[in-house]
């Protein structure tokens, strides 16, 4: 059976199968494909990746941020390395609490969602920049990521929904 993979369709945000040497596009499992040989086929992360998710998120700027100016820093000066250290010291703090996750995004995340908690609300895809996006939705509810950067800075992040 020619190599089957799994791709997004942009417009509808639904995952289709696609045969690269037929150029043949399915949205429903091709005939003669198990469901243990659909889930080994490249790109089966998509059929189970949500439409949509909540999450919070505690973002330490540095001065490569897009915008190295927060609610707490009108001028953000510590370097990448600095910000990273710095969250590494706070994912020991929060070490799987929500709770703590929650208090200290409120108290030193530099995006405006602090006041929330670093609750950004619910999330569908094209959103939020890439990265932050693929990791959010990469986790399962209840799950905190490792560090991710993106253009505004260095993130860890909860997904709640
Ligand atoms: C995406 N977003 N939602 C809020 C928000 C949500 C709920 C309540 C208040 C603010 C703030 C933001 C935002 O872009 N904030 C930026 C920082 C930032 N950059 C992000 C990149 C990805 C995800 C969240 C991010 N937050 C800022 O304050 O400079």
Known sequence: ?????????GSRGVAYFYNPATKASVWETPDGLTEEEVKKLPGAELLTRPVKVRASHLLVKHSGSRNPSSWRQAKITCSKAEAIETLRKYQSQINGSHERFAELAKEYSDCSSARMGGDLGVFGSG???KPFENAAFALKIGEMSDIVETESGVHLILRTE
Do not use: D, V
């Open 1 to 9: 059976m020619s190599q089957w993979e799994i791709r997004m369709s």
């Open 127 to 129: 959103q939020m920049q």
